[in-house]
């Protein structure tokens, strides 16, 4: 399985307290911008700083706008309890009811992962999500071609990404050291 360090370079390693990170949405209306509700994460806790905009130039400009921050806040949220961590590996558990294990990861990825501090899962190009577990990206196919029955592992990592989502045909992440 490859690693790519020079990919993730500035991101924070999983075992750093002090970072940060945010939630990301491309944003509708032909604005063609990604917007960001930034966070940073002192001691585990995460506390708000505001609302950014990534333009098609890669500018991040932080924007006054209560309403785009509220709703991706509430709609981008990082859900709780997508996956069970046990002793020895991950149980997931697919909408049919078909039981998966995956390896475990670095130790730190359990609390991190338990208090939705992580983006698990998210759709990337159509059709094909992007599962980043326990410390691996896994190339997750849409359920209707069967889904983690099929689920391929692309690349593994050590660091701590708070979100992640394709814009303009990159992958952008956020969690970096404060």
């Excluded at 924070?12 to 944003?27: C, K, P, Q, R």
């Excluded at 806790?45 to 991040?60: H, K, R, W």
């Amino acid at each position: 399985m490859p690693y790519f360090p020079a990919l993730f370079s500035g991101l924070s390693s999983v075992t750093m307290a002090n970072t940060a990170g945010g939630l990301l949405y491309g944003l509708g209306n032909n604005r063609r911008v990604l917007g960001m509700a930034a966070l940073t994460y002192t001691g585990g806790q995460p506390t708000d700083v505001g609302y950014y905009e990534l333009d098609g130039t890669m500018q991040l400009v932080r924007k006054k706008d209560a309403g785009t921050l509220e709703t991706i806040k509430r709609k981008f949220a990082i859900p709780q309890k997508v996956v069970t961590i046990d002793e020895s590996s991950i149980l997931i558990v697919d909408d049919k009811g078909r039981r998966w294990r995956l390896p475990l990861g670095h130790e730190a990825y359990t609390s991190l992962t338990n208090q939705a501090a992580l983006r698990i899962c998210r759709e990337v190009a159509t059709e094909r999500d992007l599962f980043n577990c326990q410390g691996t990206f896994y190339e997750l196919p849409a359920e209707n071609a069967d889904g983690y029955a099929k689920i391929r592992p692309v690349s593994s990592h050590n660091l701590r990404i708070n979100d992640y989502a394709s814009y303009r045909g990159l992958l952008v992440m956020t969690g970096i050291d404060l």
